[in-house]
């Protein structure tokens, strides 16, 4: 196995400016920018980032203003050249986004909640922040959006009448193709408002899906009968085919990736604990305990840490990532052989502030582009956006 660290420094925080302080390490391959903000009040939390054509990314955070009366924080974009360099941002009143940042066509889109807590899908023209959209879900209280291979936008959201789950499908012009509630069984409104509202627990909700031998379909994170579930459904129909429960909330898996067929790795939590089972046969048909499967304790990471997997791919030759962030201020890459449980690669990038995953994206090049947050002088929660070169994951051949 290959460890590879990687030191960088912050600098203090800019108490006087209108301007966005980016620290910068290196441009080209590999970067590093931390976007201040001069209003001390405000707190990002960043969600998602996609790379746009010609190598520039967008990004959306969710912005709170701590001195402000609204409850749920709004909805904050940014776009950078391909050094990561800011050339524009915009704040919009929509609350609480929860979702992939998808580009669709020539536009980007985000789902979001307005102050009735309904959910909306928001179009924005990459070249200027402009909205050009809004789309009426007809659901409550989204937490997360996803689109799946086929283009079809897939929204988890939570009713609070039914005290359900609610799963939409909708076309590429928002046309609902189906909908599915999963009874909750309990009262977890306020549960669900303080982590939209980032005043409690931040759960792992999360849209993927896998193709195996004998069916197709959709996984998500969701509460369904009392606890926080992996779900499986039905990709036609949406209907629940089985699940990977554990105990209420105390324990969950908080990120999955398909690899093939029934090959599925996972990391989740079990009293704050982490822990990871890189690869494993999952039954989609029935319902079986978290407790079933043979996990790793992976010690250096922090309290039910946020993890986000996925696959990187180079001339035909795929790996399993899984990255996350430790006790030591890093944020950490573990790099998996997709063919095995085989841990090939640990990439560490440390920083001298507290730091949490928020996406990661393979970019045009073959490298990877990692949004995260970082509590500057232990206190300003900012974006950090940093980019690594594809031969940290891909070493060129001797």
Not at 92 to 99: E, F, H, I, R, V
Not at 120 to 130: H, K, N, W, Y
Not at 215 to 221: E, I, P, R
């Amino acid at each position: 196995m290959k460890k590879i660290i990687i030191y960088s420094l912050i600098g203090i925080l800019a108490s006087t400016g209108c301007g966005v302080d980016q620290k910068e390490v290196k441009a080209g391959d590999e970067f590093l920018k931390i976007y201040n903000h001069p209003e001390e009040t405000l707190s990002f939390y960043p969600e998602s980032i996609a790379q746009i054509p010609g190598g520039g990314y967008l990004y959306i955070s969710a912005v709170k203003d701590e001195a402000s009366d609204i409850e749920y924080p709004g909805t904050y974009m940014v776009r950078t050249n391909a050094a990561g360099v800011m050339e524009w941002s915009q704040t919009y009143d929509w609350l609480a986004p929860a979702s992939d940042l998808i580009l669709r066509g020539n536009g980007a889109l985000f789902v979001a909640m307005d102050a009735q807590l309904n959910a909306f899908a928001i179009l924005v023209d990459p070249a200027s922040g402009a909205i050009s959209g809004q789309h009426d879900l007809q659901m409550t209280m989204p937490l997360y959006a996803y689109t799946d291979q086929q283009g079809n936008l897939l929204v988890l959201g939570y009713d609070f009448v039914s005290r359900s789950s609610w799963i939409s499908k909708y076309n590429s012009n928002f046309d609902l193709i189906r909908s599915n509630k999963l009874a909750v069984n309990a009262d977890l409104e306020l549960m669900i408002q303080r982590h939209l509202n980032k005043t409690g627990e931040n759960f792992p909700f999360f849209i993927g899906e896998y193709t195996t031998e004998t069916a197709s379909g959709y996984y998500l994170s969701c509460f369904y009968n009392y606890t926080l579930r992996t779900v499986f459904l039905d990709i036609s129909s949406l209907n629940h085919t089985g699940d990977i429960f554990s105990f209420q909330t105390d324990e969950a898996i908080s990120s999955v990736i398909h690899k093939s067929g029934s090959i599925f790795g996972l990391m989740g939590y079990y009293e704050g604990n982490n822990y990871i089972v890189p690869d494993t046969i999952v039954d989609v048909g029935i319902s079986q305990s978290i407790k079933d499967f043979d996990a790793q304790q992976l010690y250096e990471l922090t309290y039910k840490a946020q993890v986000v997997s996925t696959s990187i791919t180079k001339d035909g030759v795929s790996y399993a990532l899984f990255v996350s962030q430790t006790n030591a201020n890093s944020i950490v890459i573990y790099q998996y052989d997709m063919e095995s449980d085989s841990l090939i690669n640990t990439v560490y990038r440390t920083f001298d502030q507290r730091v949490e995953v928020a996406d990661v994206i393979q970019t045009e090049d073959k490298g990877l582009a990692i949004l995260a947050g970082i509590h500057l002088l232990g206190k300003y929660r900012r974006p950090v956006l940093f980019k690594e070169p594809v031969e940290l994951f891909y070493p060129p051949e001797e």
